[in-house]
């Protein structure tokens, strides 16, 4: 019998784990450095909601906020001081998996600020700008992939930096952010950047794909809609797996692969259950394939490593009964488009929110610390 736990299982299968939080203290207290150790950790992803949280509750926080108000920082410029820190920090723990896994894994996430989601240049900018500051090789700067962020995904791959693209809901942005990555690569490769180096993940949302459509679901409520339930977020990103696999067997990518290239491996983000009826561990066993990132909060990271069950490969042979079910939501009259639309929005605007109470907690530290 296997005494192999959950989590070890996953990663065999070609699954790295990503931790979808940070915070100095986690990082101060080894906390972090346990769960590389003990739950097959290999990476981990930031965003503004985050950081407004660890900034929040943070005592690990008070000597920074303190030497920065002593310089007189603005509050902005206390805000990416304190948060790159943290991102460098985290990276030079994770230097040896990055130098082990040829730069795949090893990686930690910082986003550019959510209100350049709709500003290419701006948002080009500010990738650079992060880049420079955290000064880290396995970083990854994340990029929303709003339409105006496809341009910026494209320009900062072209310049030889590595991104996590945040925010995917449908399949055909998924299809255009690998399009952007390949255009970054060839803009770099004729700069002669070696592209071995530009390493990028598609980090496709699941869970709130199912919190949308299943409140439509509800609001129709026949027995035909209820069978649905919970199962589009799955379907989705399985197809979105499709999509990868498609892209990177074309005659394009083959050629930039063949220059030594790296694919663009499909992250699965939003993966913290929310109904309370479903399996804590869904979407993380049910989008089990190799060549993937399954970034978790540590709630679902212990639940997977507790009782997750692990049995294999969840994705490639399930396209048709994916396709399937999109079909069953569109013949109920759920606009798929008008889902993954509606979820761009509010995921942009969800992250202007917490970027907004992370400037006022600085805000309030910086002052109280004068």
């Avoid at 000064?135 to 991104?163: C, F, Q």
């Avoid at 970034?295 to 997977?304: D, G, H, Q």
Wanted: aromatic share 6%; with cysteine.
């Amino acid at each position: 019998m296997s005494t192999e736990s959950p989590t070890a299982a996953l990663s065999a299968l070609g699954v790295s784990i990503w931790l979808d939080d940070l915070s100095r203290e986690r990082i101060a207290s080894g906390r972090l450095q346990k769960l590389i150790s003990e739950r097959n950790v290999v990476g981990v992803t930031t965003n503004p909601t985050i950081f407004a949280s660890a900034l929040a509750k943070g005592e690990a926080y008070d000597a920074a906020v303190g030497a920065l108000a002593k310089a007189g920082a603005a509050v902005t410029d206390a805000v990416f001081e304190i948060t790159t820190d943290d991102v460098a920090a985290a990276c030079d723990i994770f230097r040896p998996i990055y130098d082990a896994t040829a730069g795949f894994d090893g990686r930690v996430s910082i986003e550019v600020e959510p209100g350049l989601a709709h500003d290419a240049a701006g948002t080009i900018a500010q990738a650079k700008q992060l880049w420079e500051k955290v000064d880290r090789e396995n970083a990854l700067i994340k990029i929303p992939a709003t339409i105006e962020g496809l341009e910026a995904i494209a320009a900062t791959i072209g310049a030889g930096i590595s991104v996590n693209v945040t925010l995917i809901f449908s399949l055909e942005r998924h299809r255009e952010v690998i399009n952007a990555y390949l255009t970054g690569l060839e803009t770099a490769k004729a700069a002669g950047i070696d592209i071995s180096t530009i390493h990028s993940v598609a980090s496709f949302f699941v869970s709130r794909v199912d919190t949308e459509i299943d409140k439509r679901l509800d609001a129709i409520g026949t027995d035909e809609a209820k069978a649905l339930k919970s199962k589009a977020g799955i379907a989705n990103a399985r197809l979105a797996y499709e999509v990868y696999e498609q892209a990177f067997a074309s005659e394009r990518a083959t050629v930039l692969l063949a220059a030594g290239a790296n694919k663009q491996r499909p992250l699965w983000a939003s993966t913290g259950v929310k109904d309370p009826s479903l399996p804590d561990t869904l979407y993380v066993t049910e989008l089990a394939v190799a060549d993937t990132v399954n970034t978790m909060p540590e709630k679902t990271l212990e639940a997977t490593f507790d009782h997750g069950v692990i049995e294999g490969d969840q994705v490639t042979g399930s396209y048709a009964e994916a396709n399937a079910t999109l079909d069953a939501l569109a013949a109920l009259g759920i606009s798929y488009d008008e889902v993954t639309a509606l979820l761009e929005k509010e995921g942009v605007e969800k992250f202007i929110v917490s970027w907004n109470e992370l400037l006022d907690t600085v805000s309030a530290a910086l002052e109280a610390a004068k």
